[in-house]
């Protein structure tokens, strides 16, 4: 099985933008989509960005997705950050042996 | 309106056995794959099982294979989690989480979740 490693906390300032790293251990990150899931504190997840770069319905275009196959990684920007995106995000794929792989989550402080 | 409520949580001794429920509204239930995924207190989420629409595809973490036993009643539209031979590392949270994936693996619909606590 692989793992996906992000980094445990990121912060900036309201207004600025923060880009969050998802890097895939083995087998290639294009291979199979990546999800990005938002945890507020005390509340459920909720997903953010799906295959890659697509964003559900209601959540604004400031959060945006993309993979770099150089790198093996995905990665989540959110730009002109607000008070109300400091949470949890967890990044998520899959393998055939193993329907879902979530990384360990990064914490978005916005100062 | 799409929701998913779990219930069935609680305290439980380790060794003991716990069955959770979720039940769904708002879409069709057969036609959707559904998981169990927990977190622990101040951890991250970890996937525990899958199981596909008509209920012959099941997966689970190697954390429980073998203690937990996931099921669903599609006319009841409800999914289940038989959890057996509990131990202290399963205190959790545990959300039911329907797959949104369409030839890939994504969750898109989450529960409020159900706490588990394990401890004498």
């Known amino acids: 099985n692989f793992m996906l490693t992000q980094p445990h906390s990121v912060s900036e300032s309201p207004g600025k933008t923060v880009t969050i790293s998802c890097t895939r251990s083995?087998?290639?990150?294009?291979?199979?989509?990546v999800q990005w899931y938002q945890q507020r504190p005390g509340s459920a997840p909720t997903t953010v960005i799906y295959?890659?770069?697509?964003?559900p319905s209601g959540v604004p275009d400031r959060f945006s997705g993309s993979i770099d196959t150089s790198s093996n990684s995905a990665s989540l920007t959110i730009s002109g950050l607000k008070t109300e995106d400091e949470a949890d995000y967890y990044c998520?794929?899959?393998?055939?042996?193993?329907?879902?792989?979530f990384g360990a989550g990064t914490k978005v402080t916005v100062l | 309106e799409v929701q998913l409520a779990e219930s069935g949580g609680g305290l439980v001794q380790p060794g003991g056995s716990l069955r959770l429920s979720c039940a769904v509204s708002g879409f069709t239930f057969s036609r959707y794959s559904l998981n169990w995924v927990r977190q622990a207190p101040g951890k991250g989420l970890e996937w525990v099982s899958y199981i596909s629409g008509s209920g012959t595809t099941i997966y689970y973490a190697d954390s429980v294979k073998g203690r937990f036993t996931i099921s669903r009643d599609n006319a009841k539209n409800s999914l289940y989690l038989q959890m057996n031979s509990l131990r202290d590392e399963d205190t959790a949270v545990y959300y039911c989480?329907?797959?949104?994936?369409?030839?890939?693996?994504?969750?898109?619909?989450w529960g409020q979740g159900t706490t588990v606590t394990v401890s004498s």
């Open positions: 998520q794929s899959w393998d055939t042996d193993v329907p879902y792989v």
């Open positions: 295959e890659d770069n697509r964003r």
């Open positions: 083995s087998g290639s990150v294009a291979s199979n989509y």
């Open positions: 989480a329907r797959d949104g994936g369409v030839g890939y693996y994504a969750i898109d619909v």
